[in-house]
């Protein structure tokens, strides 16, 4: 009763579905507060110029997304924001979500709006890499690839690196993630999937290892736990960014067209697991509002398994919601 009575709260204080926002509205938060509370911070921006027909506006998502990293961070701006987590000597690494083409992975627009704000950080487009484990997802998820100058967009394409045997974890993982890259960006899309519930930060790298088809067990548990928890992976996330323009609030991973909704939003966060607990009230709650059983977060058991394992928090009362 007493994670339902916070559960409720915190949809309450947070408002996350309901009427698209009308200009901007923002939550004050000090700068210092994350740190002060020990809270997790996730900032949802929602703005309904986000979607232009069937894809997405890409000056709309940069703007969206310099007004949340402010937030995220605490910065007066959101040059300023991507200066405090990135600097020009990194290679970042965005890793997307394109195994089912179109619809239900990452929008390019969105991954390209990262993009303009690591260049705001003085990161050379030499320095920034998109990928997803093969080519023919990414260019039938609308990306053209590139392996020469300027932003790379590449796939791991069966070559493998570092081999890792962790927990319920055994496998090889990118080599994008092992060799080449310093700092990772999670661009997943938000949607439900039919064996872990809910397929979002965490999900998205299984598409970072060779062996996810062995990773689906249990509902995915601990799976999802002990591959986020590598240090590999966990120590060069810098910042989550997801793909909340049009979620999928039923089936999945492939397209269901009649369970996406317009949600005209993005959200971001440092704590992968917190930004899948928000994506998870969204998710349920347009699931409430269509008839369908909400997907509670005991029953998803990677999320407890992973708070275990210092993925990042699930609890909303450690969770610092920030709307804009």
């Not at 408002?15 to 210092?32: F, T």
């Not at 990452?106 to 484990?133: C, F, Q």
Request: net charge positive; glycine share 10%.
């Amino acid at each position: 009763m007493e994670d339902r009575l916070s559960r409720r709260e915190f949809l309450k204080r947070s408002a996350l579905i309901g009427a698209a926002v009308a200009g901007y509205r923002y939550l004050e938060v000090p700068a210092a507060a994350e740190a002060a509370t020990g809270k997790s911070r996730v900032v949802v921006v929602r703005d309904q110029a986000l979607l232009a027909g069937d894809g997405v506006d890409q000056k709309v998502a940069e703007r969206m997304l310099g007004q949340a990293m402010a937030k995220l961070v605490g910065a007066n701006s959101g040059a300023q924001a991507w200066k405090m987590l990135f600097k020009p000597t990194d290679v970042v690494g965005l890793k997307v979500n394109c195994l089912c083409g179109k619809g239900v992975s990452t929008h390019p627009e969105i991954t390209y709006a990262v993009v303009s704000g690591l260049k705001m950080a003085g990161v050379p487009e030499g320095n920034i890499i998109i990928w997803d484990r093969s080519s023919g997802d990414l260019a039938k998820s609308g990306y053209t690839l590139n392996k020469g100058e300027g932003v790379r967009v590449l796939a791991d394409d069966g070559d493998w690196g570092e081999a890792v045997r962790s927990g319920s974890i055994s496998g090889r993982l990118s080599k994008i993630i092992t060799e080449k890259i310093t700092a990772l960006v999670n661009v997943p899309i938000l949607k439900t999937h039919g064996i872990p519930g809910l397929t979002c930060a965490l999900k998205n790298h299984y598409g970072s290892f060779d062996n996810p088809g062995a990773a689906h067990g249990d509902g995915c548990n601990p799976y999802l736990a002990d591959l986020n928890a590598l240090p590999q992976i966990k120590n060069k996330t810098r910042l989550i960014v997801v793909d909340a323009a049009r979620p999928q609030c039923d089936g999945g991973p492939s397209l269901r067209a009649d369970a996406q909704f317009d949600y005209h939003g993005i959200i971001i966060s440092k704590d992968p697991l917190a930004a899948d607990r928000v994506g998870l009230e969204i998710i349920n709650e347009r699931r409430k509002q269509t008839g369908r059983q909400e997907r509670t977060v005991e029953s998803l058991k990677w999320f407890a398994s992973s708070a275990k394992a210092g993925v990042g928090v699930c609890d909303l009362s450690k969770i610092e919601l920030v709307n804009i």
